[in-house]
């Protein structure tokens, strides 16, 4: 078994957001500071009726008609930022690998919902035997790894992590363990998740979760601003190919960055409700800052959860001024792109990997006037160069699951 490693090296990364297709897209898009939500066709008639959906996305055209028939969207973005994240990381054909020793770990927070309404309906309507024998196969959480094993034909472990809105972030956690433990030497791991269908627009809306600004679609979510009054849902996927840094040299990859500590933790606190104090939050960061053999001062930014709903932005920033006694700049990227559930978390990692290649941080979409109880320096309006050797990013979710990642520059 390889020797065991303490860091991992992100060599390559595939993202499917709001902005674009391509980390290219999605980072020039988050740096315009204007966010991605429209009207949406599809929830016409709900109280909301606004998201931020990935623009031309043509499973058929993107992924292959030869699979396109049996993928959920989630499932077909996730396959497509597969395959950017390997040719990214130049892993070449599946000759020149050994299989067994890749894994995938992709996160989903609840698989999908965008067909059940029709199935359901058949089921009311008394006609079970016309429901599709496709449905639970499309529509389950794990099948983003698997149909990620299926086309990239790798056939390590394999499998789905769902801690709600955390669950982009734990898949890279435990990816990285799994090279830690020498069980594979590359992972493709991060998250898939399609939220702008009926079903999980009203049951967020009825939840409180949502922003209510149908009205203004494009100023509707703003984190850590007085005037937040919630998210918009979104969509979106991102992997990143993470690897044994000894494997990465031995075949001349040049890392984008390190992914050098992961921490995660439970509130137990409420089903839904973050800690007010955000002590779940803190510890998972002070964790991920353990593991990484960080202090909070060697952090130069931070990609917060920020969700643009009141409980949350409150709870964050009071877990973040608890273990940064000076926090250092805070983004938060669900201003432009909107909540993308399972996916968030990842999209937000690989934001925070590019954040540090290029030492500049994506402003906040839609911040004017930080709400005064949340003491941190937002970026905002345009977007901040500055030297960067290391960034965390933090992941909440329902159940109060949290999730925190260190990266460093490579």
Request: glycine letters at 10%.
């Amino acid at each position: 078994m390889p020797g065991q490693c303490r860091e991992a090296a992100v060599t390559g990364l595939g993202v499917i957001t709001p902005a674009g297709i391509g980390a290219r897209a999605t980072w020039d898009g988050l740096l315009t500071g204007r966010s991605t939500a429209a009207r949406d066709p599809e929830l016409a008639g709900l109280p909301v009726d606004i998201s931020c959906r990935v623009p031309d996305f043509d499973t058929a055209a993107l992924v292959g008609r030869k699979t396109a028939w049996r993928l959920d969207r989630f499932v077909a973005m996730a396959v497509l930022a597969a395959r950017h994240a390997v040719a990214d990381a130049g892993l070449g054909s599946p000759a020149d690998r050994d299989p067994a020793r890749i894994g995938v770990v992709m996160g989903t927070g609840t698989g999908s919902m965008e067909r059940y309404a029709g199935e359901f309906a058949k089921l009311a309507a008394g006609r079970p035997l016309d429901i599709s024998p496709l449905a639970i196969t499309r529509s389950v959480p794990n099948m983003a790894a698997a149909e990620i094993a299926l086309d990239l034909a790798v056939t390590g472990p394999n499998f789905a992590v769902s801690t709600a809105c955390a669950s982009g972030s734990s898949a890279l956690g435990i990816a990285r363990d799994l090279l830690r433990a020498g069980t594979c030497d590359i992972v493709l791991a991060g998250g898939a998740e399609s939220a702008c269908h009926a079903i999980p627009a009203a049951c967020f809306h009825r939840m409180g979760a949502l922003s209510r600004r149908s009205e203004d679609p494009a100023g509707a979510c703003r984190p850590f601003d007085a005037r937040r009054d919630g998210f918009v849902l979104s969509e979106g996927a991102a992997v990143l190919v993470l690897e044994r840094p000894a494997h990465a040299q031995a075949r001349g990859a040049r890392p984008r960055a390190q992914l050098a500590g992961y921490g995660a933790s439970c509130d137990a606190y409420h089903y839904a409700a973050p800690d007010p104090d955000g002590r779940g939050a803190a510890a998972a960061l002070t964790a991920a800052l353990a593991d990484a053999g960080a202090a909070p001062g060697d952090i130069d930014h931070i990609n917060a959860h920020g969700t643009g709903t009141r409980r949350n932005d409150l709870a964050e920033a009071k877990a973040l001024r608890s273990v940064f006694p000076e926090p250092p700049a805070v983004t938060s990227l669900k201003g432009a792109l909107g909540h993308a559930i399972g996916a968030a978390g990842a999209i937000e990692a690989a934001v925070t990997v590019l954040s540090l290649q290029r030492d500049t941080i994506p402003p906040t979409a839609n911040h004017e006037d930080t709400d005064l109880a949340i003491d941190l320096d937002i970026v905002a309006k345009v977007p901040r160069t500055t030297a960067q050797s290391a960034a965390a990013s933090l992941s909440m979710g329902f159940g109060g699951q949290n999730a925190a990642l260190v990266f460093r520059s490579a």
